[in-house]
T-cell receptor, first 113, second 109 residues
Framework: DGGITQSPKYLFRKEGQNVTLSCEQNLNHDAMYWYRQDPGQGLRLIYYSQIVNDFQKGDIAEGYSVSREKKESFPLTVTSAQKNPTAFYLC????????????FGPGTRLLVL | RKEVEQDPGPFNVPEGATVAFNCTYS??????FFWYRQDCRKEPKLLMSVYSSGNEDGRFTAQLNRASQYISLLIRDSKLSDSATYLCVVEPNTGKLIFGQGTTLQVKP
């Protein structure tokens, strides 16, 4: 089945800890995106990558880092510098054409202990 | 002013009702418009794209008014399964999508 997978579904972070969220797609999409969603709010863009080995900051990149070593994979690290990391994290992808919709993975819910 | 604004609701309607959501956007250069549906604690899924001429998909009708910079979604004959949050999404010709905060619909028996 073609699609986007994210793991884990739930993740708990201790104070001062870095955690990495996985996002994989087998849709042969060039572009991948990371969003954060807080209760009652729309999605906010953290980072995006339009091609392998290249990525750009979105609107709320502080405290996060990414890598894009493979076309299929776009992991997001939530660092200890992110002071309010509790949120629903969504990964998306598309071919990268302008005006194209995006397809989302099932999300990872991050909670701080 | 937010780039994309929606009335958060909730809209509580009986089964069979017709309900309409509006969304306004600030960037007049925006080229693409979408409605996504998001169920509780799930990922957003594309409901329909919005075309300049308006478009219909079964019970759902989307309209675009470029002059007034708003998009609408009309749902006819509401079903219980239509209960969800509806996200208005705009692509302001930057390759990035801008999401509204969503409008929550609750259809009651």
């Amino acid at each position: 089945d073609g699609g986007i997978t994210q793991s884990p579904k739930y993740l708990f972070r201790k104070e001062g800890q870095n955690v990495t969220l996985s996002c994989e797609q087998n849709l042969n999409h060039d572009a991948m995106y990371w969003y954060r969603q807080d209760p009652g709010q729309g999605l906010r863009l953290i980072y995006y990558s339009q091609i392998v080995n290249d990525f750009q900051k979105g609107d709320i990149a502080e405290g996060y880092s990414v890598s894009r070593e493979k076309k299929e994979s776009f992991p997001l690290t939530v660092t200890s510098a992110q002071k309010n990391p509790t949120a629903f994290y969504l990964c998306a992808s598309n071919r990268g054409d302008s005006q194209e919709t995006q397809y989302f993975g099932p999300g990872t819910r991050l909670l701080v202990l | 002013r937010k780039e994309v604004e929606q009335d958060p609701g909730p809209f509580n309607v009986p089964e069979g009702a017709t309900v309409a959501f509006n969304c306004t956007y600030s960037n007049s250069a925006s080229q693409s418009f979408f409605w996504y549906r998001q169920d509780c604690r799930k990922e957003p899924k594309l409901l329909m794209s919005v075309y300049s001429s308006g478009n219909e998909d079964g019970r759902f009708t989307a309209q675009l008014n470029r002059a007034s910079q708003y998009i609408s979604l009309l749902i006819r004959d509401s079903k219980l399964s239509d209960s969800a949050t509806y996200l208005c999404v705009v692509e302001p010709n930057t390759g990035k999508l801008i999401f509204g905060q969503g409008t929550t619909l609750q259809v009651k028996p």
